[in-house]
């Protein structure tokens, strides 16, 4: 990703002392522990005129729930700048820098993954296809039922593990009735749980970060 951005003309700055937004102890409902992360997190942050992050779920918890966290807080200020500067990705590449082209190039046929964060809490749907549009050699296919959760959403896929592979079953078959060789998304969270799967069946599709995909060629 960062290779990415100073392609795309940016001063990227990596604070190697960053750890977690905050987001799985909040949704387990330890709200003071999460606030602890949170904080650490608004502080690693400061001062920086952008914040740029992989994954679509990390941006929408900062940007929903920190205000909800942060409501009667004297780190109520510290949240709102925050909130108008932090962008996922491809949100960031698109919208902001108005960069789409890399002259990235990987042959073979993919499909889009839309993580639940990206469509639902970041209302991303068009940046990454206008990126994957641009990258030479590379046959972007949609799925049946795209934009279907993957079954992880965190504690999730281990308080209903069962449920969750079911539903990690239904969207890699999707993928693969597309005949994509390659299954491409903005969240990590999303690609960890899918490839496990995968891997855990044997079957030969490959998931990839959007990040790794404009990387490519160059």
């Known amino acids: 990703m960062i290779r990415v951005l100073e392609k795309a003309g940016c001063t990227v700055q990596y604070n190697a002392e960053q750890t977690c937004c905050g987001q799985p102890a909040f949704n387990a409902g330890f709200r003071e522990d999460a606030k602890e992360v949170c904080i650490k997190f608004l502080k690693d942050f400061s001062g920086t005129e952008y914040i740029v992050s992989p994954s679509a779920s990390c941006t929408g918890f ?60 970041c209302k991303i749907k068009t940046e990454p296809r206008k990126l994957l549009s641009r990258v030479k050699g590379l046959e972007l296919v949609e799925m049946d039922d795209v934009e279907t959760c993957c079954g992880f959403g965190g504690s999730f896929a281990v308080k209903f593990e069962s449920i969750s592979l079911a539903m990690a079953d239904q969207k890699v078959n999707h993928a693969l009735k597309t005949g994509a060789e390659y299954m491409i998304s903005t969240d990590l969270s999303c690609l960890m749980h899918l490839d496990g799967y995968i891997r855990h069946k044997g079957l030969t599709l490959k998931t990839l970060h959007i990040a790794d995909v404009l990387s490519s060629g160059w």
């Open 62 to 121: 900062v940007k929903n729930y920190y205000p909800e966290l942060f409501i009667d807080s004297s780190y109520k200020k510290d949240v709102k700048n925050t909130g108008k500067r932090i962008f996922e990705f491809t949100d960031f590449l698109v919208n902001v820098l108005h960069y789409e082209n890399f002259n990235a190039s990987l042959y073979g046929k993919a499909t889009y993954h839309d993580s639940c964060a990206a469509l639902r809490e």
